[in-house]
């Protein structure tokens, strides 16, 4: 006996359409299924097989190899990298190491134990001296970031992603893949281990930071140019920092030379770089800047030598902060020159 | 305007070949979209209850991926033979070529090639054949249903022979042209099986393929089929045209043969034909037309064949040597009740090193997984896991990267051997041409290298000069010395009648020179000898450490037989092939 | 037929055929329950039950547990020396199954000394039958060379048989996998088990060879013949092996045969001249304090000999035989 037509028909749409639907959440299935995968799988190839690699001498910090930091897990091979390929890892930025006589990078991925499609990689810079590292450091600093938990704000940091920090000779970067507070919540809690795995020959020091410090001074600002700061190759071992002058940020820089006269000799060669090159010499209005302040395209630069520090006023808006910021440092310099003495 | 039925039909083979197509290709390593990830490539053999049905019968354990084969065997029973025209893509094939051969010809023509064939008894007999190999392990069990099983032969097919000859040259499915031995075995037996469909639609449907006989059997009791709801009818017999299954709707419908194409209830112009829970008002014939003579042959065959095909003693003592199984591979006897030769480890090896093997396993070994080393881009890679995370029967494990070399967890049980490296001495260029080479060694990958050197010096052919004149830094000879700076390479050294051993830096037609950080002691003496030497470091096999890898064979630069070969012997899965006393447990 | 009775008739076959439909599927997913596999297979296979091999010792009496015997005919100081120790009713009661362990290792001729000569052999077998009634003994060895040819050429076959014993050929099924507790080398390897499993009573009779890896083969080495699969594997540690052989075989019984010794290129031997009339035959319940006794023949002490000392270590007995006060007899 045979169905009528219309409802036969109007029973195989229904029906059809059905299948059509399986059929669409199969797809949608695999297709979700294809995004859930354990990263550890995958760790891509190494740079160079690792009987090829260098290996890494006691002082070249904690042997990839074995250290893990806490909460993770090894994802890929260690890589080692020293001043001939450095660049065939981190490519242009290669020149900022090289430059602060960058001698050993150890380069590692790990992936979280609790989630491991959480991976981060982790950078390890032996730069030789503290001084060194924390200019890597210090000229890489992001602008608005947050304090690293037991770390010293100056010397550490995190953004929502990584954490980084210098430790004696080291610079480190813990970068992680993606932003998940997870992953970097992980990150901020392996920190304090990795510091501790760090084998650390000398103390490090770096007097210039007190220097500088100050109560308005903006955390964090503090940076190291080996050479060339501002442009100027007689400015090296420069550091400098920025201040909060009534609402405006200054920046001072403080830079110590082998002595008195070397002081004055590099102060004089800045101040001379700066007129040739489009200066005008300002009046001064505290007397002991008289003589140091030039207008440079519209910006006060202010520079001076205090003992065997040369120190100043870098790209200032406002002449009247920037001397009074001057002035301070001057004082400050002096005082440290005296003690020493 | 109603959505048909066979429209469907055709969207859901449409789906699922291009399913199966992708996750071919995307059977590369690799985090981008278009490779691996975590495409779920191996489902379609998931959902294969013949590989399912027969890794219970020779483990008597059912993998858990293996459970989707469960929801496909509960669908047939209540529904009927849906995968052979909705799912399966080797049924598409041959349903499409079928239809291309075959669509211009008269209705009538048509008709007579759907007729029911008693030939369409043959694949019951061969799915009770492969059956019986697999059902009784205590005698012995073998998992060959796949030789025959659509889904592992089209995987098999594509993996090895079709992907890798579209590939080229643009090689977009790999980074590089994929090689596999004896691939075009697999070819042409792929190709014939498509071809057939000139000769009858769905040939290998019909004839020879036992998932078909499977489902065929687990839809004895399906609750909705085909079937007639008047008759007599008109008997056109247009329902028979493009009837795939070839399972005569318009007289007594053999409901085993039915694979639900849909075509029938499609073609009928008074609606005669439905889909319904009634049994077909013309009759059915619910059981496959075999004899119980063939029946038992086929029983009896199988369950003789296993312990015939052993006769060999290929699984004892006259295992093969040169079988190198991949790292994580079962022992042999295991191995053979799981391997699907599916080849999905072939096509994800990244240095296409894995290759399916010819006879010399064994006839059960055929297109099983075998290692060689001179094919693909370096030996089995020391930090790849691949083959076993994608193989879908655990024939070769799904290990981790620790249990593979030995580290964290594993590190007492050591590294996974997959056999062991061999010097032959006759051919290695240190060894017998005292021509320096240590490219084994340098490549070896594992840290200690498994492969030591010990130095030898030896004298050169002709080597022997006698001293005109000499100094403390240069020797001049009375004999014509080969070209311009020949020594200079830094392995030639220099022997005085004295004793001292030097490196040669330079030499002319006449006169050798040597380095200024080390000059002669003792001058020779003039119309004394000197002799050149050669340095060479001869490579040694640490067995204790070499894992069978196969890097240093690859490297090699004796081309053709290397003169280092990875042996068997030593694996980790066979205890029995050990070479050092320790290893016996 | 009535509209109502097909009615009837087709709902009856629809819920037989559902009925079914519902049996294969509750079938099939219980098969999948049983066997499903969460965790995949192991790296190695499982072990297959491994076997223990049974001890066959008798309880010490004191004087009674070795016996020396010097003399020309090795049947005559064998029944001496058994009598001595208490005679073979003490080892052997009526109705027991006896297995006798010879070595029949090479396909070697008796007069060779390579293994045990067979007219020892007939007068063991016929001293358990005859004289302490056993119901059957058997005769089995693992040989190095082919079976058949051993147990011929060396005359054993013919005279275990002429005997009344039953010779047991090693056959693939006969063998079990076994391991030592407290061993290092015996762990998971076939041994020839089933004739053990069958026997009361084990004895084990072996001549006194030098041996070219072991230094000596005698008694405790004697058990090297009920091993399986590729047991030459052992030789790299071969003092382990020979040690952990008489951890694991405790017999009843060891007849040590030092009428002709070999004195030099054992264990094959292979000239007259290789051999020294010693005309000697040591039956003891110690295996260690047999061997420690036996090495004197071949001019060695038990210091010589590392197994021995790594044996009594490990309690399987003592190399100071003279504690055990051993019987002397002659029998011309």
Known sequence: MATGTPRRKARESVISVCLLAVLFLIGLGVFLKQSRYDKTAFAPPTAKPLSQQPQPSTTAGPNLQVFTPNGFKALSEPEFYGPDDLYEKINGKASLYLDSNFRRLSARRFASIDSPELWAELYIYDMGTARNAFAVFSLQRRPDTLDLFHFDPSFAYRTENAVYFTTGPYYVEFVGSSESPQLTNALVAAAPGIEKALPLDEPARIDELGLLEAENMLPGSIKLNLSNAFGFSGLTDTFSARYNIGGQTITAFVSRRTDSRDARTVAKSYHSFLIENGGTLRAASVGALQGNVVDFYDTIEIVFAAGPFVGGVHEADNQQAAENLAAWLMKRLSEAAERKD | ?585 | MSKQSTDNSGRRQFLARTAKAAAAIAAASAVSRLAYDPKGPPGQPHTRKLVTVPDFSVDRQPGQTMSIVKGPDRAKNLSRAVELLGGIERFVKPGETVLIKPNVAFASAPILGATTHPQLLAELVRLCLQKARAKSVYVTDNPINDPASCFMLTGIAAAAEQAGAKVLHPRNELFKPTTLSGGKLISNWPILFRPLEKADRLIGIAPVKDHHRSIASMTMKNWYGLLGGRRNIFHQDINTIIAELAMMVTPTLVILDGTQVMMTNGPTGGSLSDLRRADTLIASCDQVAADSYGCTLLDLKAADLPYLGKAEAAGAGTTDYESLEPKFATVT
């Open chain 2, 1 to 585: 305007m109603t959505m048909r039925i066979v429209t469907i039909r055709r969207i859901s083979q449409f789906f699922f070949f291009a399913m199966f197509v992708w996750f071919c290709i995307v059977s590369t390593v690799g985090e981008q979209f278009w490779r691996l990830r975590g495409w779920p490539i191996n489902w379609l053999l998931q959902l294969d209850p013949l590989v399912a049905i027969g890794s219970i019968l020779t483990t008597h354990k059912l993998y858990w991926p293996l459970l989707w084969a469960l929801p496909v065997v509960i669908i047939t029973i209540i529904f009927g033979r849906f995968f052979c025209s909705w799912v399966c893509p080797f049924g598409s094939i041959h349903h499409f070529a079928g239809f291309a051969a075959h669509r211009k010809k008269p209705a009538s023509k048509r008709i007579q090639l759907n007729r029911y064939r008693k030939a369409q008894r043959i694949k019951y007999f061969v799915l009770v054949f492969v059956l019986a190999t697999a059902a009784f392990p205590s005698i012995a069990a073998t998992l060959q249903t796949a030789l025959l099983d659509p889904i592992p032969l089209l995987t098999r097919s594509f993996n090895l022979a079709v992907l890798p000859l579209l590939d080229r040259p643009a090689n977009l499915a790999s980074p590089a042209d994929r090689f596999y031995e004896g691939a075009w075995v697999i070819l042409a037996i792929f190709t014939a099986a498509v071809l057939l469909n000139l000769v009858v639609p769905r040939f290998y449907c019909r004839f020879i393929c036992p998932l078909g006989a499977l489902f065929a059997v687990l839809s004895r009791f399906a609750i909705w089929r085909i079937g007639k709801n008047q008759h007599p009818c008109s008997d056109c017999r247009l329902c028979e045209k493009a009837c795939e299954g070839a399972c005569q709707p318009s007289q007594k419908i053999r409901i085993s043969e039915c694979v639900l194409c849909f075509n029938c209830r499609a073609d009928c112009k008074d609606e005669s034909i439905s889909y319904q829970t009634k049994p077909s008002l013309a009759g059915e014939i619910t059981d496959p037309d075999i004899s119980r003579r063939g029946f038992v042959l086929s029983l009896a065959g199988g369950i003789l064949a296993v312990p015939a095909l052993r006769l060999g003693n290929k699984l004892g003592s006259n295992f093969s040597a040169a079988m190198i199984r991949p790292p994580g591979a079962l022992d042999e006897e295991r191995f053979l009740k799981r391997c699907i030769k599916c080849g999905q480890c072939m096509r994800v090896c990244p240095t296409n090193v894995i290759q399916p093997a010819g006879i010399d396993a064994g006839i059960e070994g055929l297109w099983t997984p075998v290692l060689n080393n001179r094919i693909g881009s370096s030996g089995c890679q020391l930090n790849c896991v691949a083959c076993g995370q994608v193989c879908p029967t655990a024939a070769i494990r799904p290990i981790s990267l620790p249990e593979k070399l030995g580290t964290d967890d594993f590190a007492a049980a050591g590294p996974i051997r997959i056999g062991t490296a061999f010097i032959d001495q006759g051919r290695c260029l240190p060894w017998a041409m005292d021509k320096p080479c240590i490219v084994c060694q340098e490549n070896c990958p594992v840290s200690p290298k498994a492969i030591c050197t010990r130095e030898v010096f030896n004298t050169i052919r002709d080597g022997v000069y006698t001293v005109k004149n000499a100094s403390t830094k240069t020797v001049q000879t009375l004999e014509q010395m080969p070209g311009l700076d020949k020594f200079a390479t830094g392995d030639y050294y220099c022997l005085t009648d004295g004793g001292e051993l030097r490196k040669i830096t330079a030499n002319t037609g006449s006169s050798i020179e040597i380095s200024d950080d080390e000059p002669f002691e003792q001058v020779p003496a003039l119309g004394g000898g000197i002799k050149i030497q050669i340095r060479l470091q001869r490579p040694f096999i640490d067995i204790e450490k070499c894992i069978g890898c196969g890097v240093c064979e690859h490297e090699c630069p004796v081309s053709g037989k290397k003169a280092v070969r990875v042996s068997a012997e030593g694996q980790t899965r066979s205890t029995k092939t050990a070479l050092l006393l320790e290893r016996l447990k």
